[in-house]
C-alpha cells in the first residue's frame, strides 16, 4: 500500500511570503505528526493531530506556524511571512496504534527560503 | 526537560564488520525506543522497536539492547553492508509524540 505522501517535495519561496505544506497519511492512520528537520540535525517536534484536533501543537516555533487537519486524513501546515531560519525538511508521520506505536514518515518537503 | 542523546555522532567500520550504535536517555519513565535509519533526501525509515518489559530484541540483522539502569540504548548492526550507510536516531516516547536523537552517521569503508 501507498506510504506517506508530502507535497511539493522541495519549495523556494521569498521572504515573507507564505506558503502551504501538504500530507497525506497513510489510509486509516489516526494520528498524524509534523517534524521539523534542519540540515545536519535531530527532528524537531512541530505539532500532533489525532484525528481533527491537535491535543499538542507546543512545538509550533512562532504564531507565523499553523496546521490544520481535515477528514481525519490530509494534513497542512502553513508558514505565514516566512523567513530564512524557516529552512529546513518538514517531515509529516502517521500511525494508527496509539502512543507506544512506530510512526511512518514520508520524505518531506524541502523548504529554502531566499 | 526530555533529551534523548547519542555518544558519537559518526561512525565508521568495514564492510562486514559489526556495528554499534550507542543513545543515551533522560527520561526515565520512557517506556518505548524507536530505531530509525535516514537516508539521503529520503525520511525516517522505522528499524526495530522495543519496550520497557524487554532489554534485548533482534530483528534481521539489528538487535537493539535497552539498559534501563543506566538509561541507554544500543543498536547492534551484525555483517555491516554498503547499503547500511545512513544516519540513525534513536528515539523515546514522550508525552504522546516522539523525541528524537541528534543521529549517528554510519559510514562502510570497503
Known amino acids: 500500500g501507498a506510504g506517506v505522501s508530502q507535497s511539493p517535495s522541495n519549495k523556494v519561496t521569498e521572504k515573507g511570503k507564505d506558503v502551504e505544506l501538504r500530507c497525506d497519511p497513510i489510509?486509516?492512520?489516526?494520528?498524524l505528526y509534523w517534524y521539523r528537520q534542519s540540515l545536519g540535525q535531530g527532528l524537531e517536534f512541530l505539532i500532533y493531530?489525532?484525528?481533527?484536533?491537535?491535543?499538542?501543537k507546543s512545538g509550533l516555533p512562532s504564531d507565523r506556524f499553523s496546521a490544520e487537519r481535515t477528514g481525519g486524513s490530509v494534513s497542512t501546515l502553513t508558514i505565514q511571512r516566512t523567513q530564512q531560519e524557516d529552512s529546513a525538511v518538514y517531515l509529516c508521520?502517521?500511525?494508527?496504534?496509539?502512543?507506544?506505536?512506530?510512526?511512518?514518515f514520508g520524505n518531506g518537503t524541502r523548504l529554502t527560503v531566499t | 526537560g526530555e533529551s534523548v542523546g547519542l555518544h558519537l555522532p559518526t561512525l565508521s567500520v568495514q564492510e562486514g564488520d559489526n556495528s554499534i550504535i550507542n543513545c543515551a536517555y533522560s527520561?526515565?519513565?520512557?517506556?518505548?525506543f524507536i530505531w530509525y535509519k535516514q537516508e539521503s533526501g529520503k525520511g525516517p525509515q522505522f528499524i526495530i522497536d522495543?519496550?520497557?518489559?524487554?532489554d534485548k530484541r533482534q530483528g534481521q540483522r539489528v538487535t537493539v539492547l535497552l539498559n534501563k539502569t543506566v538509561k541507554h540504548l544500543s543498536l547492534q548492526i551484525a555483517a555491516t553492508q554498503p547499503g547500511d550507510s545512513a544516519v540513525y536516531f534513536c528515539?523515546?516516547?514522550?508525552?504522546?509524540?516522539?523525541?528524537f536523537g541528534q543521529g549517528t552517521r554510519l559510514t562502510i569503508n570497503p
Open positions: 508521520a502517521s500511525s494508527n496504534q496509539g502512543r507506544n506505536s512506530p510512526l511512518h
Open positions: 489510509s486509516g492512520h489516526t494520528a
Open positions: 493531530f489525532q484525528g481533527n484536533s491537535a491535543p499538542d
Open positions: 527520561n526515565s519513565a520512557s517506556d518505548y
Open positions: 522495543i519496550r520497557s518489559n524487554m
Open positions: 528515539a523515546t516516547v514522550g508525552a504522546q509524540k516522539l523525541v
